[in-house]
């Protein structure tokens, strides 16, 4: 069974940087898509950042594009997520999310993944 456990939330002055880290385990990683999602108090959860099985594509949405970097190691069967000039707006419950998905086709809707962790909170303050 897949699970996944992220790692790495906390406060950050804006401006500031933190990453995350999610740990992937239960099978092959690479038979999967992973991605990034947050969400804030009384929103919907949001699509973040996502890379390919292999690694070599990524996808990000326009509010953190040029702030953030998704990566993945196969190897330690991780997924991170590097936030640069980090804003208050930032601040959520952010959340990784495995797809079984070996595809080209960039996955950005949350009810697509089939796998999600407890999530890990950010917090920026002004």
């Known amino acids: 069974q897949v699970q996944l456990v992220e790692s790495g939330g906390g406060l950050v002055q804006a401006g500031g940087s933190l990453r995350l880290s999610c740990a992937f385990s239960?099978?092959?990683?690479?038979?999967?898509?992973m991605a990034w999602f947050r969400q804030a108090p009384g929103n919907e959860r949001e699509f973040v950042a996502y890379?390919?099985?292999?690694?070599?594509?990524?996808f990000y949405a326009d509010s953190v594009k040029g702030r953030f970097t998704v990566s993945r190691d196969n190897t330690a069967n991780t997924v991170s997520l590097r936030m640069d000039s980090l804003k208050p707006e930032d601040t959520a419950i952010y959340y990784c999310?495995?797809?079984?998905?070996?595809?080209?086709?960039?996955?950005?809707?949350?009810?697509?993944?089939?796998?999600w962790g407890p999530g890990t909170q950010v917090t920026v303050a002004s």
């Open positions: 890379i390919s099985w292999s690694g070599r594509d990524t």
């Open positions: 239960g099978r092959p990683f690479t038979l999967y898509t």
């Open positions: 999310a495995a797809e079984l998905n070996q595809s080209s086709l960039r996955t950005t809707v949350a009810t697509l993944y089939d796998h």
